[in-house]
């Protein structure tokens, strides 16, 4: 270069009223470089690590339902107080999700007798629910796809843990997951077959079938 000849600017005009590049545009294209490699780490991230979902507390909704040796039946509800769901390139992978056991409801009978059938499942006849106030069930490992998920994980009431599989659902971000446990594993022994004997009709199986609606945030 000529000593008196000036620098050429690579990056378009320079505000530099002597007419040498001062470095505004350089910093000015490292500046969105950065940002577009900012989001596309974001993106990568995303899809390794994995996407969080919290659930719609107030929308999602579980339904459970109990039955007799007898075709009688009862069903009713309970409200969650949180949940999280972790989903790597859209398949779950984990989660957790704490329901409220005070807030359990019957919703089949007359509303002149639910309260005394919701009082005597708080009981510790059923579930205890002024001692174990919340039922915790965590998501540890995936199955198969793509849009019907069987899981496996670890469901938690009255303070007992054991291994349940079931199946989560995804259609259109609808979710719905749906499984079955064993009462007495729980230490839930009303008119149980597996503590008693000889209890006829007055048997209440024991398999609890939970359905549940879930809306994420």
């Not at 919290?54 to 949180?82: C, M, P, R």
């Not at 984990?94 to 919703?107: A, H, P, Q, R, Y």
Request: proline share 3%; hydrophobic share 35%.
């Amino acid at each position: 270069m000529l000593r008196n000849e000036k620098p050429q600017c690579q990056f378009g005009n320079t505000s530099d009223p002597n007419g040498y590049c001062d470095g505004s545009h350089l910093n000015k294209i490292l500046k969105m470089k950065n940002k577009i490699l900012t989001i596309i780490t974001l993106l990568i991230t995303s899809t390794i690590i994995g996407q969080e979902l919290n659930l719609d507390t107030s929308s999602s909704k579980l339904k459970w339902t109990g039955k007799e040796i007898t075709a009688k039946q009862h069903y009713g509800s309970i409200d969650f107080k949180s949940g999280i769901l972790t989903l790597e390139k859209g398949k779950p992978v984990s989660g957790k999700f704490i329901v409220d056991m005070k807030t359990l409801k019957n919703e089949d009978l007359p509303e002149d007798y639910r309260g005394r059938l919701e009082a005597h499942l708080k009981s510790d006849d059923f579930f205890s629910v002024d001692k174990f106030s919340e039922a915790i069930l965590e998501i540890t490992n995936p199955a198969a796809g793509p849009e019907k998920f069987k899981m496996e994980g670890f469901l938690t009431i009255k303070e007992i843990t054991h291994a349940v599989t079931f199946t989560i659902t995804n259609t259109n971000n609808n979710w719905k997951a749906n499984l079955s446990f064993d009462r007495s594993k729980y230490d839930v022994r009303f008119r149980s077959g597996t503590f008693f004997e000889n209890l006829g009709d007055k048997l209440i199986l024991d398999e609890i079938v939970i359905e549940t609606d879930l809306i994420f945030n």
